[in-house]
């Protein structure tokens, strides 16, 4: 690792699991003290971060963990808005309920709206701050039967993350999104599990019709969520200084366009 995080204080929402957990534990071997949130807390010595409880997909869930992590630490230097998932059922635009577009837009937009807007005047106040939002190559990529409401609530972020950068670059913060394209985590082995039973098929083949349904996968695997981590543990250091309003694929060359 060649960037120091020593001194900053990060918190990594959606950090138990999947992405986030290995988002945590970069950032912490590279120095930063690590905040996590998620709904459930993660077993003891599973980590040695600083848990606070929150349902991130409510606004009351934006305000407790701002409020305890400013009161725990006065500060934030980085932000990784990570907590998402594609919640919503498989089958089309029929099958799918007010309600179900409202959560996506709810988990995977307003929980980084939310967080970012509790916690800037602290990152305004001290001119800097890095905040990373992850979104998802399906923003680029949406497919009929199984993302809609999710791809679109992703898009959303993708241009949400833009516009703020043009208003907080003069400010001393950088904005960025990461875009993953499949990784394996529970969040996707939980995905592929749901397909092989709408679809009544093993997971195995469930997991190869979801590699053909996204199309071109020249590196021809799922990634590992610390690959995913890697990059955004350069991101948020001082050697990605130059780096803002720019959205990073990692998709093992996944996405069909340039
Ligand atoms: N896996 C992929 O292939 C993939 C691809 C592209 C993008 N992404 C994006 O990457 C991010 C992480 O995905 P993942 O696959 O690592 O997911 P994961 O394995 O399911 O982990 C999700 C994390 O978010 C937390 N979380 C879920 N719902 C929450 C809520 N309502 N409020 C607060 N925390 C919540 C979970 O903890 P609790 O359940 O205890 O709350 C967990 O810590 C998401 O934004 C996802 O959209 C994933």
Redesign the pocket.
């Known amino acids: 690792m060649s960037y120091s995080l020593n001194e900053k204080i990060a918190l990594v ?9 290995a988002i945590a534990d970069t950032l912490h071997r590279a120095g930063a003290t690590v905040v996590i ?4 807390a993660p077993k003891d010595g599973e980590n040695d971060h600083y848990f606070i409880a ?4 409510t606004p009351d ?1 934006a305000l407790t963990v701002s409020a305890n992590l400013l009161e725990k630490y006065g500060r934030v230097d980085i932000i990784i808005n ?5 919640t919503s059922p498989n089958g089309g635009y029929s099958t799918l309920s007010d309600e179900d577009w409202n959560h996506e837009f709810q ?2 937009l307003m ?1 980084a709206v939310r967080i970012n807007k509790a916690l800037l005047p602290s990152m305004v106040a001290q001119k800097s701050g890095v905040i990373i939002n ?5 923003a680029m990529l949406p497919l009929w039967d199984i993302t809609i409401p999710y791809s679109a609530a ?1 898009a959303a972020l993708n241009a949400y993350s833009k516009g703020l950068s043009g208003e907080l670059g003069p400010k001393g913060i950088r904005v960025l999104t990461v ?5 394996r ?4 082995e939980e995905f592929i599990d749901n397909m092989a039973e709408a679809m009544n098929i093993s997971t195995d083949e469930a997991a190869k019709t979801l590699v053909e349904k996204v199309g071109n996968l020249p590196l021809g695997r ?1 990634a590992e ?1 610390e690959e995913v981590a890697n990059l955004v543990g350069f991101l948020a250091s001082d050697e990605a200084r130059y780096l803002t309003g720019t959205n990073y694929l990692v998709d093992g060359g996944l996405m069909p366009v340039v």
């Open positions: 929402t959606g950090g138990t699991k999947g992405i986030g957990k949130t998620a709904r459930t929150a349902d991130l997909s869930g990570n907590a998402g998932a594609n988990l995977n929980s992850i979104s998802s190559g399906a992703k875009s993953p394209g499949v990784v985590t529970p969040l996707m799922m969520p």
